[in-house]
T-cell receptor
Framework: QKEVEQNSGPLSVPEGAIASLNCTYS??????FFWYRQYSGKSPELIMF????GDKEDGRFTAQLNKASQYVSLLIRDSQPSDSATYLC????????????FGGGTRLMVKP | AAGVIQSPRHLIKEKRETATLKCYPI?????VYWYQQGPGQDPQFLIS???????DKGSIPDRFSAQQFSDYHSELNMSSLELGDSALYFC????????????????FGSGTRLTVV
């Protein structure tokens, strides 16, 4: 079992819909959680970070963290074709120093 | 704003050759990380440096070595290249001071695409 798990997808949503991306992690002591967006052949780009239980909103993006259930999710409202990319969940685990452990990513496809 | 600079962008090498990848972190960032991303794979952590000292070590092969210099730039040296080393190599940087990197993540460079033929 990987330490950070994501459904590889592809997740296909119509333009304007809400895309919901999920991530689970194994280390209950994990401290910080990040969502990166990666276009094909490009570098990961940080879009959200969260470290407290609950929701964090930034524009069309909402990150949700539930430490008791060990999952973190990313909601994208009003999805646009330009949101089509792979979304990587990254976790800073307890005793991992500053290292982030990445999930395998979920490929999102937003259809016009 | 200045970003993480990596060079070269693309590199083609033959098997058993050596390669050197360079990374220039964001100014005042004190920590550099190297990741390897194979086709369709998630980024795999190789190694990191904090204040020019090796900090964490991941799945870096013994054929690879890295260092961080006095100006904080870092180089990843890869010897006896194998076909399986073909991948995107990302460098990322962060500011460790006050736990900024664990609170705000880190910033990736554009990557070096290494192709071993």
């Amino acid at each position: 079992q990987k330490e950070v798990e994501q459904n590889s997808g592809p997740l296909s949503v119509p333009e304007g819909a809400i895309a919901s991306l999920n991530c689970t992690y194994s280390d209950r002591g994990s401290q910080s959680f990040f969502w990166y967006r990666q276009y094909s052949g490009k570098s990961p780009e940080l879009i959200m970070f969260i470290y407290s239980n609950g929701d964090k909103e930034d524009g069309r993006f909402t990150a949700q963290l539930n430490k008791a259930s060990q999952y973190v999710s990313l909601l994208i409202r009003d999805s646009q074709p330009s949101d089509s990319a792979t979304y990587l969940c990254a976790v800073n685990m307890r005793n991992a120093g500053n290292m982030l452990t990445f999930g395998g990513g979920t490929r999102l496809m937003v259809k016009p | 704003a200045a970003g993480v600079i990596q060079s070269p962008r693309h590199l083609i090498k033959e098997k058993r050759e050596t390669a050197t990848l360079k990374c220039y972190p964001i100014p005042r960032h004190d920590t550099v990380y190297w990741y390897q991303q194979g086709p369709g794979q998630d980024p795999q952590f190789l190694i990191s440096f904090y204040e020019k000292m090796q900090s964490d070590k991941g799945s870096i092969p013994d054929r690879f070595s890295a260092q961080q210099f006095s100006d904080y730039h870092s180089e990843l040296n890869m010897s006896s290249l194998e076909l399986g080393d073909s991948a995107l190599y990302f460098c990322a940087s962060s500011l460790r001071l006050w736990g900024a990197s664990t609170r705000y993540g880190y910033t990736f460079g554009s990557g070096t695409r290494l192709t071993v033929v």
